[in-house]
């Protein structure tokens, strides 16, 4: 999915000098964070062709539409992206891959000296190939067409800003100087300075940014929504209407009821640890909707109120269920083509048959 990146913030900073020491760097003094961050989801957002699970698993991926025929093949520890009419051919290595195919994985390729996004994605719930999200699923006019978008400087480093790490000095893209991946720096900001301080033993000036001492709303929009999209992004953006705005949790947090821009109770990191992908046990979340909410007892018994009252659980009480909050207030929603139900982040008492609310 493309837009733009932010120009310059403390975890991006657009330094043409900035520094970056990778993930492997923090291991020793942060194994928490670093056991699992580099297997979610996030961490692998981007990922090198030679070590991609997905083009390895799948030696030979095909797919036709009207006269085109397409074709991923594994050679060695490269793939192949060739499309042909039977007259003419485009065949490209593949650069990188994007996502791990949950609602897609997008394959980025170099033709005729510019970088071209794939019209086919990889998708895990047909473990194999159809259209792109957002592509139109009509017969492609050329054979151009039907092998990609061809992609401008400016779109690609976006690309590789939001789902890689240390991708752009300035405003140049050096892929070079890549770290696949949402990974430690992606979030923190580049680390040499802060590894130098620490070992030196400075603990006073850590010269590293931590997100986590952000204001609520700072945190969710300003932060996770500089890739998610803020609030601010979606509604300034008028082609963002309708349910694709179901990828954009930052804004369906912001538009929910419950949404107060200064209580950290209601944060993306209220429910995610962005160390780890997030959980689906749906029990998992109950505990954080009742730090607000009441409990279905404290509508029969005052003296629960009261506690609850002392809690700060002052919100109210579901007259319908006692747990699986998320279950019917976050519905899970399929956006079409995307083989894929996102979860709507907009709180809310959804009702059957109803329309996408906006
Ligand atoms: C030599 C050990 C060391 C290395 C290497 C190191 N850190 Fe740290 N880091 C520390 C110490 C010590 C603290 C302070 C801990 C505390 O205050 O409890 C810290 C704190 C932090 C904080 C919190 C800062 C704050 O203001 O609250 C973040 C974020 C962080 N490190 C990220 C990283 C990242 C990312 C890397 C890799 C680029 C990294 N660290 C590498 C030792 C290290
Ligand atoms: C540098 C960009 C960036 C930032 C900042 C960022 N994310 Fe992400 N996030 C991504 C990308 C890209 C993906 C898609 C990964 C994929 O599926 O390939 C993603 C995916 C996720 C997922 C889904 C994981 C899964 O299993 O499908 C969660 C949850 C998530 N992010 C939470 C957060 C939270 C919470 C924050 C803020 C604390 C945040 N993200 C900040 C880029 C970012
Ligand atoms: C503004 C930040 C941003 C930009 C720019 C961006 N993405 Fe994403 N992308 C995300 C986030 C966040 C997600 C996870 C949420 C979702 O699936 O909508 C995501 C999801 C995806 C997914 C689905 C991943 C999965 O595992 O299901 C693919 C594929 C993808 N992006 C490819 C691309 C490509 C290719 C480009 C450039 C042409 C691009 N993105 C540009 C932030 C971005
Ligand atoms: C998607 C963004 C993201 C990525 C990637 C990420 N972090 Fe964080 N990190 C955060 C956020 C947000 C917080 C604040 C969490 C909070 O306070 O709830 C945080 C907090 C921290 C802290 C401070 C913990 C504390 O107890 O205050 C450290 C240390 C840290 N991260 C290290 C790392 C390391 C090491 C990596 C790579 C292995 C990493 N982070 C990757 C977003 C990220
Ligand atoms: C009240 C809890 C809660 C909060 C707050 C929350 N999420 Fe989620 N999020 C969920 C649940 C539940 C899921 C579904 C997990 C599953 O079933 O795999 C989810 C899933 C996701 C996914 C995976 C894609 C999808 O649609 O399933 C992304 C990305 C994500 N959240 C990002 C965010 C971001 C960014 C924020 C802050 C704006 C945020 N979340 C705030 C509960 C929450
Ligand atoms: C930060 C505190 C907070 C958290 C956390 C929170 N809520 Fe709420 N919720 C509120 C407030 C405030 C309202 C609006 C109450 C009003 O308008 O009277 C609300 C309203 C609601 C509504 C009614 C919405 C409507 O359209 O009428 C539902 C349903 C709801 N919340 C469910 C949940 C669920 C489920 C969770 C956990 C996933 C949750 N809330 C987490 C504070 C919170
Ligand atoms: C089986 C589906 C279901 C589950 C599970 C569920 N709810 Fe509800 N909830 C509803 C429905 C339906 C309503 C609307 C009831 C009505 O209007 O009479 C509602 C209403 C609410 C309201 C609005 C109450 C009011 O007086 O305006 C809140 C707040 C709420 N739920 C929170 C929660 C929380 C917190 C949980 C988890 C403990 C939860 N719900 C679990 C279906 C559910």
Same mark, same amino acid.
């Given at each position: 999915m493309s837009g733009d990146a932010p120009? /310059?913030?403390?975890? %991006?900073?657009?330094?043409?000098d900035a520094r970056y020491t990778g993930?492997?760097? !923090?291991?020793?003094? $942060?194994a928490e964070e670093s056991a699992t961050q580099h297997l979610t989801a996030m961490g692998r957002a981007l990922e090198p062709v030679a070590t991609s699970e997905i083009l390895r698993a799948h030696p030979r991926l095909t797919f036709r539409s009207g006269p085109y025929a397409h074709e991923i093949v594994r050679r060695g520890d490269q793939s192949l992206y060739t499309v042909t009419d039977g007259v003419n051919t485009i065949s490209e290595p593949i650069l990188y891959t994007f996502g791990q195919g949950k609602a897609g994985q997008t394959y980025i390729f170099r033709h005729d000296g510019s970088f071209y996004e794939s019209r086919l994605s990889f998708y895990k719930d047909i473990q194999g190939l159809d259209v792109t999200?957002?592509?139109?699923?009509?017969?492609?006019?050329?054979l151009e067409v039907a092998a990609g978008r061809r992609i401008s400087m400016d779109e690609a480093r976006n690309c590789f800003s939001c789902h890689g790490t240390?991708?752009?000095y300035g405003n140049q893209l050096q892929l070079d100087r890549l770290v696949p991946g949402v990974t430690c720096e992606a979030c923190h900001g580049p680390g040499a300075e802060h590894v130098a301080a620490m070992e030196a033993k400075?603990?006073? @000036?850590? %010269?590293i940014f931590n997100?986590?001492?952000? /204001?609520a709303d700072d945190l969710s929009q300003e932060f996770c929504g500089s890739c998610h999209r803020s609030a601010e992004q979606v509604i300034s953006?008028? &082609?963002?209407?309708? &349910?694709?705005?179901?990828?954009?949790q930052p804004y369906r947090m912001f538009t /929910? %009821?419950? $949404? @107060?821009?200064? @209580?950290? %109770? &209601?944060?993306c990191t209220a429910c995610h640890n962005p160390h780890e992908n997030p /959980?689906? @046990?749906?029990?998992?979340?109950d505990p954080k909707c009742f730090a607000c909410h009441r409990s279905f007892a404290s509508l029969k018994s005052p003296a629960v109120a009261k506690t609850e009252e002392k809690e700060g659980r002052t919100d109210k009480a579901c007259p319908?269920?006692?747990? &699986? !909050?998320?279950? !019917? $207030?976050m519905p899970k929603v399929e956006f079409p083509g995307s083989h894929f139900k996102f979860t709507d982040h907009r709180i809310r008492i959804a009702k059957a048959g109803e329309q996408f609310p906006n």
């Open positions: 120009i /310059s913030t403390p975890w %991006r900073p657009s330094k043409k993930p492997r760097a !923090c291991v020793k003094c $942060h999200i957002g592509y139109p699923r009509e017969i492609p006019p050329s240390g991708a752009a400075q603990f006073k @000036d850590k %010269r997100p986590g001492k952000m /204001s953006n008028k &082609l963002l209407r309708g &349910l694709i705005t179901v990828r954009f /929910s %009821r419950a $949404h @107060d821009p200064a @209580d950290m %109770r &209601l944060t /959980s689906a @046990d749906e029990a998992f979340y319908v269920a006692q747990s &699986l !909050c998320v279950s !019917c $207030h």
